[in-house]
T-cell receptor, first 115, second 115 residues
Framework: GENVEQHPSTLSVQEGDSAVIKCTYS??????FPWYKQELGKRPQLIID?????GEKKDQRIAVTLNKTAKHFSLHITETQPEDSAVYFC??????????????FGSGTRLQVQP | GAVVSQHPSRVICKSGTSVKIECRSL??????MFWYRQFPKKSLMLMAT?????????EQGVEKDKFLINHASLTLSTLTVTSAHPEDSSFYIC???????????FGPGTRLTVT
């Protein structure tokens, strides 16, 4: 099955700086890579996703890049704000499993934006 | 929109009793729903994939007789924790997916405490 590794586990940046979180995956058949933001005690919220036919996607201050050859994808947050502080999870799907669209999640990155 | 509700949000039960958690897609039909378990400061671990009208697919290590899943309609899936024990205490989150999309929409989660 799919294995997703995420780094770093914690990240502290100054307000206004950029933050980068990286993930690698093992299944070359994976073709959907979402990123979720989870605040304490709340549900994960999808913030951006990318399909395998695209190398980069941007939405305002958030961007995701995908390198299919190396099997890694990254989340980039620019001009960070204190409200960006949360735990961020990357994930990848498992299309090899017939009928399954389950996601395998990375271990999470706790981002702290210092004002 | 794509709204998923979960009920109850919190439940405390005694060892040996059973607890039912409901997951509903409020404004779309979800052919597939997923059940995750999340320990404090940890990632989301997929427990099972629930397909409407058929048996759930459980992940390795998840006891199907302990975690009963029923997906009787396109808007409702239930997870019943049978004969609960303190080690079953956790945050249980469901997600729902449309038939035509990879995107998963998460419920708000249920915090189960077994005393």
């Amino acid at each position: 099955g799919e294995n997703v590794e995420q780094h770093p586990s914690t990240l502290s940046v100054q307000e206004g700086d950029s933050a980068v979180i990286k993930c690698t995956y093992s299944d070359s058949a994976s073709n959907y890579f979402p990123w979720y933001k989870q605040e304490l005690g709340k549900r994960p919220q999808l913030i951006i996703d990318i399909r395998s036919n695209v190398g980069e996607k941007k939405d305002q201050r958030i961007a995701v890049t995908l390198n299919k050859t190396a099997k890694h994808f990254s989340l980039h947050i620019t001009e960070t704000q204190p409200e960006d502080s949360a735990v961020y999870f990357c994930a990848a799907n498992s299309p090899r499993d017939t009928g399954r669209r389950a996601l395998t999640f990375g271990s999470g990155t706790r981002l702290q934006v210092q004002p | 929109g794509a709204v998923v509700s979960q009920h109850p949000s919190r439940v405390i039960c005694k060892s040996g009793t059973s607890v039912k958690i409901e997951c509903r897609s409020l404004d779309f039909q979800a052919t597939t729903m997923f059940w995750y378990r999340q320990f404090p400061k940890k990632s989301l671990m997929l427990m099972a994939t629930s397909n409407e009208g058929s048996k759930a697919t459980y992940e390795q290590g998840v006891e199907k007789d302990k975690f009963l899943i029923n997906h009787a309609s396109l808007t409702l899936s239930t997870l019943t924790v049978t004969s609960a024990h303190p080690e079953d205490s956790s945050f249980y989150i469901c997600s729902a997916a449309r038939d035509t999309s990879y995107e998963q929409y998460f419920g708000p989660g249920t915090r189960l405490t077994v005393t």
